[in-house]
T-cell receptor
């Protein structure tokens, strides 16, 4: 099992550009989550999904969109990137009450 | 949403036990208490979780107060590799029964050689 795989690991965006952070899991978990972590801070929940076709907002959803067309994939879309979205993004899936995290995607918006 | 409160930082000597406290005074009866830790430059990793009874695993022990308003993560013999940020979170059910997991700022544990 690969677990939770995130791509890309690093990305630099210009203000106003858009991009998609990819997240895939091979554990057949229904629950998936996107978090962001600013330097020296804790994790903030952006969006989460309880299964294919079902998503819900977390604590900081503004500026982001998600979709969940399959159990395996949970992409995070950034529209009109802003410097405030510079952060490390973590995707996670949950099985048997345990969260499994990806290695993170470091995004810089200049 | 039920919230947790943890000290910002703690220090402990190597090879001594460490007790990391967490307050969750607004916990509801169906909320599980979870602990995760985040090593430098890594994603968080699961440590332990429980509902009412104390729990033990190979990494740590979780002591839950009788009224469930607080809990303590116990590392029995700290090593340098245990230096990390430890998060106490509640696995809460939203109004729609969805499992929404939010993290606080955690406790940064420093191990002194």
């Amino acid at each position: 099992n690969a677990g939770v795989t995130q791509t890309p690991k690093f990305r630099i965006l210009k203000i106003g550009q858009s991009m998609t952070l990819q997240c895939a899991q091979d554990m057949n978990h229904n629950y998936m989550y996107w978090y962001r972590q600013d330097p020296g801070m804790g994790l903030k929940l952006i969006y989460y999904s309880v299964g294919a076709g079902i998503t819900d907002k977390g604590e900081v959803p503004n500026g982001y969109n998600v979709s969940r067309s399959t159990t395996e994939d949970f992409p995070l879309r950034l529209e009109l990137a802003a410097p405030s979205q510079t952060s490390v993004y973590f995707c996670a899936s949950m099985g048997s009450g345990e969260l499994f995290f990806g290695e993170g995607s470091r995004l810089t918006v200049l | 949403d039920a919230k947790t409160t943890q000290p910002n930082s703690m220090e402990s000597n190597e090879e001594e036990p460490v007790h990391l406290p967490c307050n969750h005074s607004t916990i509801s009866g169906t909320d599980y208490i979870h602990w995760y830790r985040q090593l430098p430059s890594q994603g968080p990793e699961y440590v332990i979780h429980g509902l009412t009874s104390n729990v033990n695993n190979r990494m740590a022990s979780l002591a839950i107060a009788e009224d469930r308003k607080s809990s303590t993560l116990i590392l029995h013999r700290a090593t340098l590799r245990d230096a990390a940020v430890y998060y106490c979170i509640l696995r809460a059910l939203s109004n729609f029964g969805n499992e929404k997991l939010t993290f606080g700022t955690g406790t940064r544990l420093t191990i002194i050689p």
